[in-house]
């Protein structure tokens, strides 16, 4: 059984967008706006050779893409995760508190909105705790 996630956020237009990127103080380029709209679009996060990929006709260089990549997860419209695979994964930050279903096979990754809201824990050494990140893993319908 598939394990999928379809919630409702915030869907920008290009011109949100733009104006996201002028409240963070960031130059609107072409890159910038099609890696966001690339983003949101797509259903799970993704890892820069598959934005290099689904961007091809788009034309913007590795570096732009790494650049832009970059200052949107600094300025927070992006966010950067690090899946058990080590890589760098990139998903638009406006989507509902969510966790990841990952092939232990194949590397597909799935959203879940399974998550155990259990109290902040409470550690002598933290005096904030802002997030937590839970990842399941098991065999996808493909690889099964």
């Known amino acids: 059984m598939r394990v999928t996630c379809k ?4 869907n920008n237009s290009i011109e949100e967008f733009k104006e996201q990127l002028r409240k963070v103080g ?14 949101q679009n797509h259903s799970k996060p993704l890892e820069v050779r598959s934005v290099l990929r689904l961007l091809k006709a788009s034309a913007p260089d590795q570096a732009t893409v790494y650049r832009a990549l970059s200052s949107l997860t600094t300025c927070g419209l992006v966010k950067a995760i690090t ?3 080590g890589i760098v994964s990139y998903e638009i930050a406006n989507l509902p508190h969510h966790h990841h279903l990952i092939c232990e096979r194949c590397g597909y990754v799935e959203d879940v909105e399974t998550c155990c809201e259990s109290p902040r824990p409470r550690v002598a050494s933290f005096t904030i705790v802002n997030d937590h990140r839970l990842e399941f893993s098991g065999i996808c319908n493909n690889c099964a």
């Not at 890159?31 to 690339?38: G, N, Y």
Request: no cysteine; aromatic share 10%.
């Open 26 to 39: 960031l130059r609107i380029t072409p890159a910038r706006l099609v890696i966001l709209t690339l983003l």
């Open 7 to 10: 919630y409702e956020y915030v």
């Open 83 to 85: 899946l058990k695979s």
